[in-house]
């Protein structure tokens, strides 16, 4: 029978992906990621292998400045009006990033030749 060449193309990529090792690992990897993605965040917690930080233990930046206005005083008030909006979503953490409980610790930076 004749095969289209969307098939042709979808045969070749079965059979390409059964010939290397990498490949193999690309599919454990996935069946890991959903059977990860599938646990409550209980079960996972059981799966740790040593002590997490959980973010809702980071204060974010308007926690922080909440904090510090009330040991400054009213003039930390005014800094608070105009940085809600970010502030509420942003936190600072020192530490090993490695504990803390997230799902990837990307690194995005890069570095710039100055001239």
Do not use: C, F
């Amino acid at each position: 029978p004749l095969v289209s060449l969307g098939n042709l193309q979808l045969k070749a990529a079965a059979s390409h992906t059964t010939m290397y090792a990498g490949n193999k690992r690309k599919k454990l990897w996935r069946e890991e990621k959903e059977r990860l993605l599938k646990m409550t965040l209980e079960e996972r917690r059981k799966e740790y292998l040593r002590d997490y930080v959980a973010l809702k233990n980071i204060p974010t930046w308007m926690e922080d400045l909440k904090s510090k206005s009330e040991s400054d005083g009213d003039d930390a008030k005014e800094d608070l009006q105009g940085k809600k909006s970010l502030s509420e979503k942003v936190s600072l953490y020192r530490g090993d990033i490695t504990l803390l409980e997230v799902d990837a610790i990307v690194n995005a930076g890069r570095w710039l030749n100055v001239l």
